[in-house]
């Protein structure tokens, strides 16, 4: 295994090794990045249902119809198109759900990669109104990892594997640590400085593009504070008592560590060292901006850049380390059961740090003191290494835990009184039908076959054989630069800071192979200028029996006043997306479906006859952000961009009907939405 860890490592072997480096990630890295990534699509699934049917269904704001014959970009693709009701939608999303779990725990590994990368980028495309630089973020994950192995390390494919390659038929097999096969081999990819070079990408144009008057003089992190669709409680406390001299530290600052990052990834001196640091600087400042603001998924996903940065130092340091905090304990287990063998054996992959000793029940020399061989035969008995402290049933199943990385935090909760006596109870019963179950599995119960089989060790090669050889490599990293390239024309098209001199008319097939998944490299967060203005869609909706009410706000009352000094708006992503983009011109075709939406909003929220919407007025109701130091609020503004009335009030029509009485011009598509 290969662990460069200095400049002089690298210069040694020259631009190519140097290179190579560059482009090397860890096996760990990959497999701890697939598990934190697959939580993260399974929480940006679930953050999306409760809204579901405004967002996602032909009940809602945009129709399948709507998207797909009004599209909101010249290249639009999902697979959640074809799926129109509540329950296709939910079923749709389901199976969502399932690949991203077989994903999270590595099972089939490359096929869920490639499942990942066409379910997340249809998820984002199915509702552009709602896209942010999160969705952007998660799509160029999904597909530069899409080229990388995600499941070498940590993984059920991981473990199959394992299985497949190390056949221990005995007790006496468990005690050889040394042959069992850990993958820790480097992964080399193009793709893997694919991610690097994004990264810098995003930061490199993030930062040059902050060039407006507040950021140069140091203001804009007050905008930013005082944005309230933006800033989360916390952050509407702390705003209060920030004095102006940290303001401006924490602009500069903001600026100072996004151009940081930029020089340390691209640095090729002391490679693993700067990466370390990019990687702490990456982390901290998105935890930064996540604790006292709320950007969707947005600072989450880019933290995910912080675990693939980091090397093999860094995982041997924290093996170290955990070696020195987790105790040592001894299992003592019945070989005769198949069962029992078979989670021994899984135990031993499990224990990568060695920290559990292995070792049979029948041999009444190698128990502890005061234990029996009665006992031994019918009981799980876990020790310490001097044998003075003996564990049985549950709490030994609970030592066992705590000697493995993270398992305490089970281990806590199995030590509990209460739960302890039922987890007792559940061993024991368990432990009663161990033989029984051992047959139907055909593992064996009355001790192993005679004369024991001889171990059996596969090389790993012949267990995972290259896909086509050498050839399919080849292929992987042409896919992989055919990416690079056109991504790399998205980059010179979407901004402004790069030289006119290189500016070039984006090839249509180039174009193609970026948009259509979402790949887009516009980076401007907070740029030229943050923010500068807080507001909301506010709708006057007068019922049939003369209330007025907003069904934005759940048909209560209606409310043209923004938060107070000391609130925040309290809004989730989705619906500051919403809320900002429909009432914009560039998408006043789509009002259409929303004035659709109220006209039935009583029905599809199952409502009484009563509170049928008969007329309505739709309003943007907004202020500006006020000037740095000062603490009154600017008032509150209203602008009108969408009415309808029904005169003779008529029957609501179904809610496949579109209405007609509203007419907005024939748009242009409008531009890709900015990260």
């Not at 598990?35 to 399974?42: A, P, Q, R, S, Y």
């Not at 310490?384 to 030592?399: E, L």
Request: with cysteine; net charge positive; glycine share 6%.
């Amino acid at each position: 295994m290969s662990t460069p860890d200095s400049s002089s490592s690298a210069a040694s072997r020259g631009l190519v090794g140097i290179l190579r480096e560059f482009a090397t990630a860890d096996p760990r890295s990959l497999g701890l990045f697939r598990i934190i990534f697959g939580v993260f699509l399974l929480v940006d699934l679930y953050r999306r249902l409760p809204d579901y049917i405004f967002f996602y269904t032909n009940e809602g704001m945009l129709p399948n119809h709507g998207a797909l014959f009004r599209p909101m970009s010249a290249h639009l693709f999902s697979i959640y198109h074809p799926f129109s009701t509540r329950g296709e939608v939910l079923f749709a999303f389901a199976l969502t759900a399932l690949v991203y779990l077989a994903y999270l725990v590595g099972y089939q590994t490359r096929l869920c990669q490639g499942l990942v990368l066409l379910l997340v980028t249809s998820l984002h495309s199915r509702n552009i109104l709602l896209e942010n630089g999160g969705d952007v973020v998660a799509n160029l994950l999904a597909l530069w990892t899409f080229f990388l192995p995600l499941g070498r390390r940590f993984s059920v494919d991981a473990l199959l594997a394992s299985f497949r390659q190390e056949q221990e038929h005995g007790p006496g097999d468990l005690q050889d640590r040394e042959r069992l096969f850990v993958d820790r081999r480097p992964v080399v990819s193009l793709a893997f400085a694919a991610i690097v070079l994004n990264l810098v990408v995003i930061y490199y144009f993030n930062t040059v593009h902050k060039d407006g008057l507040p950021w140069r003089e140091g203001s804009s992190v007050h905008y930013v504070l005082w944005t309230d669709r933006l800033v989360n409680p916390l952050g509407v406390w702390l705003r209060q008592w920030i004095p102006p001299f940290c303001i401006q530290v924490m602009t500069m600052g903001t600026l100072v560590i996004e151009s940081s990052i930029v020089l340390l990834l691209l640095s090729p001196f002391f490679l693993r060292s700067c990466r370390r640091v990019a990687a702490f600087l990456v982390i901290a400042l998105h935890c930064g901006f996540q604790t006292v603001g709320h950007y969707g998924l947005f600072s989450f996903v880019m933290m995910l850049h912080g675990v693939l940065l980091l090397g093999p130092e860094d995982w041997d340091a924290l093996a170290r380390r955990m070696r020195q905090r987790l105790p040592r304990r001894v299992l003592y287990y019945d070989s005769s059961c198949g069962v029992c063998h078979l989670l021994a054996r899984f135990l031993r992959r499990l224990d990568h740090l060695g920290q559990i000793q292995i070792r049979r029940n029948d041999n009444s020399g190698e128990l502890p003191p005061g234990v029996t061989g009665d006992e031994a035969r019918h009981t799980l008995l876990v020790t310490d290494p001097s044998g003075a402290r003996i564990w049985r049933r549950a709490g030994a199943v609970a030592q066992i835990l705590r000697a493995l990385p993270y398992g305490i935090y089970l281990a806590r909760w199995m030590e509990l009184p209460g739960l302890r006596l039922l987890l007792d109870a559940a061993y024991d019963t368990l432990a009663a039908q161990r033989h029984r179950v051992s047959e139907f599995l055909g593992l064996g119960a009355c001790g192993w076959p005679r004369p024991l089989l001889e171990r059996k060790v596969v090389p790993p090669e012949a267990l995972r054989p290259p896909l086509l050889g050498p050839w399919g490599v080849y292929a992987r990293e042409g896919l992989v630069l055919m990416c690079i390239v056109a991504l790399g024309s998205q980059v010179i098209a979407e901004n402004r800071k790069v030289p006119r001199a290189i500016k070039f008319p984006q090839p249509p097939v180039l174009a193609a192979i970026a948009q259509y998944p979402r790949f887009f490299q516009g980076w401007s967060m907070f740029a030229p200028i943050p923010p500068n203005d807080d507001g909301k869609v506010v709708v006057d909706a007068v019922t049939v029996d003369g209330r007025h009410i907003d069904p934005l706000a759940g048909g209560g009352p209606v409310d043209f006043e923004l938060p107070p000094l000391g609130e925040s708006m309290l809004m989730t992503q989705f619906w500051y997306e919403f809320h900002d983009r429909i009432r914009r011109e560039v998408n006043a075709r789509y009002r259409e479906y929303f004035q659709r939406w109220l006209m039935n909003w009583h029905l599809i929220e199952g409502r009484p006859a009563n509170d049928r919407i008969v007329s309505f007025k739709v309003h943007w109701v907004w202020r500006p952000t006020q000037p740095p130091y000062e603490r009154r609020r600017e008032p509150t503004r209203q602008a009108l961009f969408m009415e309808w009335s029904d005169p003779d009030k008529p029957p609501a029509p179904p809610a496949s009907a579109l209405p007609r009485s509203l007419r907005f011009p024939q748009l242009p598509a409008p531009p890709m939405p900015s990260p």
